[in-house]
């Protein structure tokens, strides 16, 4: 019987990453090099919210550069990668009742494509966005997520783009690496909570941490769409589990099988 295809929440940091040769982008392209060849892949990512639940349907989705301040070159990076309308359709079938718009406006944004210029540099493989509903809470994100499990079985990868802690205000610049003590600690919870399967802990975001770590949502709940298509007992590897300028956790999940490192 063939394995279902892993799924992987990646902490993506700062668009740089998709530029700069440093920690971050060699430990993806590593990953990329350690998953089996998806047919298609299923993205997630903070970077868009929509109104209700919608599905990029272009042949054609055009790298969308969601973001200012950065130097030219990353503005004018390209990733041609295709889109997959026949997968889009599939998404819309899985979560049905639910009503999916099939997008055509959208594109790739920042946190597709800067992961994805390591995971799978040749830009080959069709890729389809899944927004990020606004009207849903976190529970409501996972039991949707749930219904896209069977897509593992049908060779599509699962990416969920965000990051676990996510404080933009809370920045320390000269504090390249590790996190402040409620960072830390939140980034711990989560941590276990992902190694016990405890989805309603995950769920929950209420405490003074989640306030710090969490104060919007839009980069924590790509990561319950990762662990909502785990099967019960699959095993889960934690990947890249540190924290950037204080505020931001680079933690990564890894669901299903995974090849030895070369």
């Known amino acids: 019987m063939n394995r279902p295809h892993p799924a992987l929440f990646v902490g993506h940091g700062n668009p740089m990453n998709t530029l700069e040769d440093n920690a971050n982008s060699r430990a993806w392209r590593e990953w990329g090099q350690r998953l089996p060849r998806p047919r298609a892949i299923l993205a997630i990512s903070a970077h868009w919210e929509t109104e209700g639940v919608a599905v990029t349907a272009m042949p054609c989705p055009r790298t969308i550069h969601d973001f200012s301040g ?44 800067s992961i994805l210029a390591h995971l799978y540099p040749g830009a080959h493989i069709p890729v389809v966005q899944l927004g990020l509903d606004g009207g849903r809470d976190a529970a ?96 889960l590897t934690l990947l890249n589990d540190h924290i950037e300028y204080g505020a931001i956790g680079m933690l990564s999940a890894w669901v299903g099988h995974m090849k030895a490192a070369a």
């Open 70 to 113: 950065f130097p030219p070159r990353l503005a004018e990076f390209s990733y041609p990668a295709p889109g997959d309308p026949d997968l889009a359709q599939r998404v819309a079938e899985l979560l049905a009742p639910v009503p999916t718009r099939m997008d055509q406006d959208w594109g790739l944004d920042h946190g597709v494509w």
């Open 140 to 235: 409501g994100h996972l039991a949707l997520a749930r219904r896209l499990r069977p897509l593992r079985d049908e060779g599509v990868l699962i990416l969920g783009s965000g990051n676990i802690v996510h404080n933009l205000r809370r920045l320390d610049w000269h504090r390249r690496e590790g996190g402040f003590t409620w960072a830390e600690r939140f980034n711990s919870r989560i941590r276990r909570q992902l190694l016990e399967q405890d989805q309603a802990g995950l769920c929950r975001l209420e405490d003074d941490d989640a306030y710090l770590a969490v104060p919007t949502p839009e980069h924590y709940l790509p990561l319950l769409y990762v662990a909502a298509v785990q099967d019960a007992g699959e095993y």
